[in-house]
């Protein structure tokens, strides 16, 4: 069985300050973790993924992620938020053989001007 | 240009009436998916396809139903029997193998009045 968790549903921050949306995991074997964007009335676009490589790892606009094994935890963050940013974000977990995601809740970020 | 397109974007039906929602590929993906989005929920997996003429139920397929006639095409009928269809649905698709991320198309949102 396999879970996350978003531990904001929604987090606000000033554009130019650094971001952070956080989640947890929980899987049976060695999880694979995605972190996908979603703009209003818009699909799924993914941000970046984990595949048991390297811990921290570097996605698009700016976004990272490092996978912290002994925290369970997969947080995604940016230095610099530009108001573009402001979209829901998912935490998504696949296990191992397993083709089935499980996403979180979603976290809405909004960026103020 | 490879992608997914679903149609119509909005869909607006009486209660009671089927409606089938289109979902369209070009990436020569094997796997292909529907999802139902409600606000301040995750994304919720209906069905599946892995392969042409085969298909597996996902977490709340009762009152959906879905055919995989061709590679390329995977349509989505929300029938009577579902006792809530007003919801955003996303379709994706992915190639076969572990952690292959899935690709989603722009949505379409229904309304049931």
């Known amino acids: 069985a396999q879970s996350v968790t978003q531990l904001d549903s929604h987090v606000s921050v000033s554009e130019g300050t650094p971001v952070l949306l956080r989640c947890n995991y929980s899987s049976s074997y060695s999880p694979s973790l995605f972190w996908y964007v979603q703009h209003p009335n818009k699909g799924l676009q993914l941000l970046l993924k984990?595949?048991?490589?390297?811990?921290l790892v570097k996605g698009i606009n700016g976004f990272e992620a490092e996978f912290k094994k002994s925290e369970t935890s997969f947080h995604l963050t940016k230095p610099s938020a530009h108001m573009s940013d402001a979209a829901e974000y998912f935490c998504v977990v696949i296990g191992r053989g397993n083709e089935k995601l499980t996403f979180g809740t979603g976290t809405r970020l909004t960026i103020i001007p | 240009d490879g992608g997914i397109t679903q149609s119509p974007k909005y869909l607006f039906r009486k209660e009671g009436q089927n409606v089938t929602l289109s979902c369209e590929q070009n990436?020569?993906?094997?796997?292909m998916y529907w999802y139902r989005q409600d606000p301040g929920q995750g994304l919720r997996l209906i069905y599946y396809s892995q392969i042409v003429n085969d298909f597996q139920k996902g977490d709340i397929a009762e009152g959906y139903s879905v055919s995989r006639e061709k590679k390329e095409s995977f349509p989505l009928t929300v029938t009577s029997a579902q006792k809530n269809p007003t919801a955003f649905y996303l379709c994706?698709?992915?190639?076969?193998?572990?952690?292959?991320?899935?690709?989603f198309g722009p949505g379409t949102r229904l309304t049931v009045l």
């Open positions: 990436l020569n993906h094997d796997a």
């Open positions: 994706a698709s992915s190639s076969l193998g572990s952690y292959n991320e899935q690709f």
């Open positions: 984990y595949t048991s490589a390297a811990t």
